[in-house]
């Protein structure tokens, strides 16, 4: 839909839908609109929640977005809040999956020549960053102060040039085994190979399992040219050391220069987090309205957050490009579902208090809410927790859970240059790249400006289309690729968090 069927203060996502969202509370008496209007609300209803539009029984499907989200728990009358105490999850154990592929909305291609373009680095390897710093990754959570303190001090001695000093910490790297120690070492050599780095200082400790050797080696992409190393065992003053290293890479990022570059250069990864009930009507919306813009130009977009894909995964499954692509689909997701049956935990413990108090009652509300952030678009590629995507056009499926930190991590590690993270609730997190906040509501935006980059939840309050909002967002991802610093650069909150899933010594 290009515009959301507002009624006063009312939203029926999808013709279908026997429950309406309130874009305001409500209280007990209110009249529906047209063509509900003989239904008045049987009490007080926060926003975001659902009204039964019909009378329903127990047992009845709930529908929303035009899909079942569970079913009533009791006997519903038309004009009551549906939320926990009256509708469950109909998700239950693992599900039978058919490739029945439908791209009947698929997003087309745009004519040639009419792309717009960002100010870029252009790589060595072909691909394009939007920023030219200096990242500092370390083996191992002992020398993090080093990779602080050198930061620290690079940002003082040498200003300007470089466009930040990024020091990218992490608790792990010693004490870790098998498969825990691959992931952690995995998405450490991708984030090295990132584009938005113009140099990469690597420091050591050198009695790490995650040796500086194996972690050099898994990064087979990496310019050679581009990146420092070092063991702080090895070396007298690990600082000055590092800062002479630093220097090093400066000189070689000296004619480092933003030219145009098409936008179908971009990579996007697609995050929500903190989620309310009207983030899969307005900002994930807009987003998925980002992915088939930027796909159609020859851009690459990354979706993740597997377990926020249950209940909602037959729909991505019927855009896989091909029947091989979908069978990696359907491994994706089993294999998330055995993650959570090996540890002893169930499968759609899900949505968060806060999802909740925003609106949100079972999974598949949420995870169809989640989803539309990959629009429209035919999904090309499947790759595991740590991997690259491939710097081409189309639509990813990225292996990782829901968690905020680590999710958006891998999304960096995937090459996304920036991530358009959706908010209904707020937060003030930030990743490697830029980080750019998108609410769902008006209130949040307003409430939190130096969190909130852009507000999605201007369709709710204005007369303005889930398109036209999308070209606003379009022309601001522009002007963050050319430079324009989002919250998260301004408040300089830069975090990385791995995936932890395995032995610690």
């Not at 004519?111 to 710093?133: L, S």
């Not at 990743?431 to 509501?441: E, G, L, R, Y």
Request: charged share 20%; aromatic share 6%.
């Amino acid at each position: 839909m290009s515009k959301i069927a507002v009624q006063r203060q009312f939203i029926q996502v999808h013709p279908n839908d026997n429950v309406v969202v309130a874009i305001v509370p409500a209280a007990q008496g209110t009249a529906l609109p047209e063509p509900w209007q003989a239904i008045t609300l049987q009490s007080d209803v926060p926003a975001g929640h659902k009204i039964a539009v019909c009378d329903l029984s127990a047992g009845d499907k709930i529908y929303k977005y035009g899909y079942s989200i569970g079913h009533a728990t009791t006997a519903i009358n038309a004009g009551q809040h549906v939320h926990s105490h009256n509708l469950k999850t109909s998700l239950s154990g693992q599900e039978k999956y058919q490739y029945q592929p439908d791209f009947s909305k698929a997003a087309g291609q745009t004519t040639p020549g009419n792309h717009p373009t960002f100010d870029g680095f252009e790589r060595k390897n072909g691909r394009v960053g939007i920023r030219n710093e200096i990242w500092i990754i370390n083996t191992v959570g002992c020398v993090n102060q080093a990779a602080r303190r050198i930061a620290q001090l690079a940002e003082k001695q040498f200003t300007e040039m470089a466009d930040a000093y990024v020091p990218l910490t992490h608790a792990f790297g010693c004490s870790q085994l098998g498969d825990d120690l691959s992931n952690t070492r995995k998405l450490l050599a991708s984030l090295m190979q990132h584009a938005n780095a113009g140099g990469v200082l690597v420091i050591g400790l050198g009695c790490e399992n995650n040796q500086l050797k194996a972690l050099l080696a898994e990064a087979s992409g990496l310019d050679e040219s581009r990146v420092e190393f070092f063991n702080s065992q090895q070396v007298e003053d690990e600082i000055e050391y590092g800062l002479q290293a630093v220097k090093r890479l400066l000189d070689k990022m000296q004619d480092d220069k933003r030219t145009p570059q098409p936008i179908g250069k971009l990579t996007l990864g697609m995050k929500c987090g903190g989620s309310d009930g009207f983030s899969g009507l307005t900002a994930n919306a807009v987003v998925g309205r980002m992915t088939d813009k930027l796909t159609a130009m020859g851009g690459r977009v990354i979706l993740t957050e597997t377990p926020e894909m249950f209940g909602a995964e037959q729909v991505l499954m019927n855009r896989a490009e091909n029947e091989q692509v979908y069978q990696q689909i359907v491994t994706l997701v089993n294999d998330f579902k055995q993650y959570f049956i090996d540890n002893k935990q169930p499968i759609y413990e899900n949505p968060s208090p806060g999802n909740k108090d925003g609106g949100l009652t079972t999974l598949e509300e949420k995870s169809l809410g989640a989803i539309q952030k990959g629009g429209q678009a035919i999904i090309n590629q499947v790759i595991d927790y740590g991997e690259i995507a491939e710097n081409s056009q189309g639509l990813t499926l990225l292996q990782g859970p829901g968690n905020d930190a680590v999710s958006s991590t891998a999304l960096a590690a995937a090459g996304a240059n920036i991530v358009l993270f959706t908010t209904g609730r707020g937060t003030p997190l930030g990743f490697p790249v830029p980080t750019m906040k998108i609410s769902s509501n008006p209130t949040i935006a307003a409430k939190k400006p130096h969190w909130i980059d852009f507000n999605a939840g201007q369709v709710l309050d204005s007369d303005m289309t889930l398109d036209e909002c999308a070209e606003q967002l379009m022309d601001y991802v522009i002007q963050v690729a050319s430079g324009q610093k989002t919250n998260n650069e301004i408040n300089d909150s830069r975090e990385i968090a791995i995936w932890k899933n395995g032995v610690t010594l």
